[in-house]
Nanobody, 124 residues
C-alpha cells in the first residue's frame, strides 16, 4: 500500500509563492513517477507537473511553465512543487499522485495512487 500526504497549502496574495510537499511511504519508489494535479472549484482535475523518480525528466502544464518547479528528494521520498508568481486562477485543491513507471505521465488515469489534497487559495 502506498500513502501520499500533501502539505504546504494555504492562502496567499497574487504574486506570492508557496511550496507544496508530498511525502510518500509504503514501499520503494525506485521506479515511480510522482505528479501534481489540481482541481479548481467546479472544474475537472487537471495536470500540473510530474517528475521521474530520479529527476531526469519532468513535464509541466503550459499554464504553469516558468512559474512552478517540481523537484524531489529521493532520500526523503518527498516531491515538492515550488509555486511562484501565483495567480487567482491557480486557486485549487492540489493533489499528489504516484505511478510505477519510467516515463512521466501527464494524464490523470495513468496514476494509481493519490493523496488527500491540499487547498491553495490565491487572492487578488
Amino acid at each position: 500500500q502506498v500513502q501520499l500526504v500533501e502539505s504546504g497549502g494555504g492562502l496567499v496574495q497574487a504574486g506570492g509563492s508557496l511550496r507544496l510537499s508530498c511525502a510518500a511511504s509504503g514501499r520503494s519508489f525506485s521506479m515511480y513517477a510522482l505528479g501534481w494535479f489540481r482541481q479548481p472549484p467546479g472544474k475537472e482535475r487537471e495536470f500540473v507537473a510530474a517528475i521521474s523518480r530520479y529527476g531526469g525528466s519532468a513535464d509541466y502544464a503550459d499554464s504553469v511553465k516558468g512559474r512552478f518547479t517540481i523537484s524531489g528528494d529521493n532520500a526523503k521520498n518527498t516531491v515538492y512543487l515550488q509555486m511562484n508568481s501565483l495567480k487567482p486562477e491557480d486557486t485549487a485543491v492540489y493533489y499528489c499522485a504516484a505511478v510505477r513507471t519510467v516515463v512521466v505521465p501527464t494524464y490523470r488515469r495513468a496514476y494509481d495512487y493519490w493523496g488527500q489534497g491540499t487547498q491553495v487559495t490565491v487572492s487578488s
